[in-house]
C-alpha cells in the first residue's frame, strides 16, 4: 500500500521518458491494429468528394504550416490520393492563415499529381497564399466564393488566370463541387459566407483537439463532411482502399492516448491509496 | 483629433459592410426592364477587399519590423541578448535573402547568381525544411508530454464531476483511436468505444459547443458593436 502511495508522487521527468518510450515501439517495432470502424463525418466527407461529376471541380484549402503537420498532412495526402484515384481535377489555394501553406501542399501533391499523370493547368492548379487579417477573413472568403478570379488574378507561378485551361470552369468559388479546408482550425467564415450564402459544400479537416466545436455544424448540414486529425485520415484511406501517413501514424496515435490514460489511472491509484493510508495511520 | 478621425473611418468602414449587405441587390417593379434600385455599395466591395487584404498584409509586416528594431537596438547597443540578438538578425537576413533570390528568378540574374541556383535551393531547403519545419513540429509535438503531466496530476476522482470527466475522456481518447476498436471489437457496434465516442461527441458535445458559440458570438457581436460605434472609449 505504501508503494502504490508514492504513485501520487512520481516525478514528472519519469512521465515524460515513458511517455518517450511508449511512443517510439511501434516505430521499432511495426505494429498494426484494426482501422475497423469508420466515423459518419469522414464517410460523408468521402462520399462528397467520390459524387463529384466529371465536369466539376475540387477546391482544396491547405493552410496548416510545421506546427500541424502531424495531422493536416495526413489528411491532405488521403483527400489528394482520392482525388488522383477517381481522376478528379482540384484546385489548391491557401487563405489567410500561413504564407507557408503553399509550399507544405506543394511537397504533399506534386509526387501524387506526377503519378496519376496529371497536368498543371488543365488538371490541377496551385493560385498560392492571400492575406487576410486574422479574425476578419470574411470579406476574403465572401470574395473567394463570388470573385475567384478577382482575388487570384494570377497563379503561384504567376500566370495569369485565364490562361489555365482548369480555371474556365471556375470563375467564382461556388462553381466548386466543394471546398476541403485543412488547417489547425478553420475558421468559421467559410460556413456563415461561403456555405450559408454561396451555397459551398464544405469539408473540414481539423486537429484532432479542434473537432468538437464543429459537430453542432456538422448536424446541421452547414458541414457536409469532418476529417478528425490523423484518425479521420486513417479512415478515409480505408474507404479509398489505400494505407498511408494516417494509417502509419494510428498507432503511435493509440500509444500516446494510451500513455495519457494510464498517467490519469496511475495517479488516481496513488490518491486512492494514500488516502487509505492516513486513514488508517489516523 | 485624432482618435475622432479614428472613430469616423472606423464608423464608416463598419458602415459600408453592413448597408452592402443589408441593402438588397436591386428591386424591380413587376415586368419592368430596368430595376428602380440597385445596391449603390455592392461596385465598391472588390475594392473593399483588395483593401482588407493590404491591411493584412500591412499588419502581417508590423512583427518582423518591431522585431528588427527591437533586436537590432539590442545589438547596437551590447545589450543582454545581443548574441542572441545577431543571431535572429542573421537568420532574418539569410532566410529572406534565398527566399527572395528563389522566389524572383530576375533578383538572381540581376545580381550575378544563376550560376549559383542550386547551392540557394540547398540553403532556401535547409533553412526550411531542416529548421523551421523541424522546429515546428517539435514544439507541437512537446505539448504531448505536456498533456501526459496534466492528465496525471488533474485528472482525479476527487467528486462526482471530475469523475464523469475522466471517464469522458477516458471514452473519448480511447474511441478515437484504433486502440478502442482493438479493445472492445468483440462487443456489439452498439456497445464499442469508437460509438459511444461518437455519441459523446453528437450530443452531449453539439448541445454544449452550440451554447458556448452563442454566447461567444454575442459578445463578439456586443464588442465589435461598441467598437464600431466607438462607445464606451475614452475622448480627447
Known amino acids: 500500500m505504501r508503494f502504490l502511495a508514492h504513485l501520487h508522487r512520481i516525478d514528472r521527468r519519469w512521465l515524460y521518458v515513458a511517455t518517450l518510450v511508449l511512443m517510439l515501439v511501434p516505430f521499432v517495432k511495426p505494429l498494426t491494429l484494426p482501422a475497423g470502424h469508420v466515423s459518419r463525418t469522414t464517410r460523408a466527407a468521402f462520399e462528397l468528394i467520390d459524387s463529384c461529376p466529371p465536369d466539376k471541380v475540387v477546391i482544396i484549402d491547405s493552410s496548416w504550416d510545421a506546427g500541424s503537420q502531424a495531422e493536416n498532412r495526413a489528411q491532405l495526402e488521403a483527400v489528394v490520393a482520392h482525388l488522383c484515384r477517381r481522376k478528379i481535377k482540384f484546385i489548391v489555394t491557401s487563405l489567410g492563415v500561413t504564407p507557408l501553406g503553399p509550399d507544405f501542399a506543394r511537397d504533399i501533391i506534386r509526387p501524387q499529381v506526377e503519378r496519376a499523370g496529371y497536368e498543371y493547368g488543365r488538371d490541377w492548379v496551385q493560385l498560392g497564399f492571400v492575406q487576410g487579417v486574422a479574425g476578419a477573413l470574411g470579406p476574403v472568403i465572401d470574395r473567394f466564393s463570388r470573385d475567384l478570379w478577382g482575388l487570384y488574378p494570377r497563379d503561384i507561378h504567376n500566370t495569369p488566370v485565364e490562361q489555365l485551361p482548369l480555371m474556365q470552369a471556375v470563375r467564382r468559388g461556388a462553381d466548386a463541387h466543394a471546398l476541403c479546408c485543412f488547417t489547425y482550425a478553420p475558421v468559421y467564415e467559410w460556413i456563415s459566407f461561403a456555405n450559408a450564402q454561396y451555397g459551398l459544400r464544405l469539408v473540414f479537416g481539423c486537429m484532432t483537439i479542434m473537432c468538437p466545436a464543429y459537430y453542432p455544424y456538422i448536424d446541421s448540414g452547414q458541414l457536409a463532411g469532418m476529417l478528425v486529425g490523423n484518425v479521420g485520415a486513417a479512415e478515409y484511406e480505408a474507404l479509398n482502399g489505400t494505407a498511408g501517413r494516417g494509417t502509419r501514424l494510428g498507432v503511435p496515435a493509440a500509444f500516446g492516448n494510451g500513455a495519457v490514460i494510464a498517467a490519469a489511472v496511475l495517479g488516481n491509484i496513488g490518491l486512492w491509496a494514500e488516502r487509505r493510508a492516513r486513514r488508517a495511520a489516523a | ?236
Open chain 2, 1 to 236: 483629433m485624432r482618435k475622432t478621425v479614428v472613430r469616423v473611418v472606423t464608423l464608416l468602414g463598419g458602415l459600408f459592410f453592413v448597408l452592402e449587405f443589408m441593402l438588397p441587390a436591386e428591386l424591380r417593379r413587376p415586368g419592368a426592364d430596368r430595376p428602380y434600385f440597385t445596391n449603390p455599395f455592392s461596385p465598391w466591395l472588390n475594392l473593399a477587399t483588395d483593401l482588407v487584404i493590404v491591411l493584412g498584409t500591412m499588419a502581417f509586416l508590423l512583427g518582423p519590423i518591431n522585431l528588427i528594431r527591437s533586436h537590432f537596438g539590442n545589438l547596437v547597443r551590447w545589450r543582454r541578448g545581443a548574441v542572441e540578438s545577431a543571431v535572429f538578425l542573421l537568420f532574418l537576413a539569410l532566410g529572406l535573402g534565398l527566399a527572395g533570390v528563389k522566389e524572383f528568378p530576375d533578383l538572381k540574374d540581376a545580381l550575378g547568381l544563376a550560376a549559383a541556383s542550386d547551392a540557394f535551393q540547398s540553403g532556401y531547403n535547409l533553412l526550411f525544411y531542416g529548421l523551421m519545419s523541424a522546429f515546428g513540429a517539435t514544439s507541437m509535438a512537446l505539448l504531448a508530454f505536456y498533456l501526459v503531466s496534466a492528465a496525471y496530476r488533474s485528472f482525479r476522482f476527487q467528486s462526482l464531476e471530475a469523475g464523469v470527466m475522466m471517464i469522458t475522456a477516458l471514452v473519448v481518447l480511447l474511441g478515437l483511436v484504433p486502440l478502442g476498436t482493438f479493445l472492445t471489437s468483440w462487443l456489439p457496434t452498439e456497445l464499442q468505444l469508437p460509438t459511444w465516442a461518437a455519441w459523446i461527441f453528437a450530443v452531449p458535445n453539439s448541445a454544449v459547443q452550440r451554447a458556448v458559440v452563442i454566447g461567444t458570438f454575442a459578445g463578439a457581436f456586443a464588442a465589435g458593436l461598441r467598437l464600431w460605434l466607438g462607445v464606451g472609449q475614452k475622448t480627447e
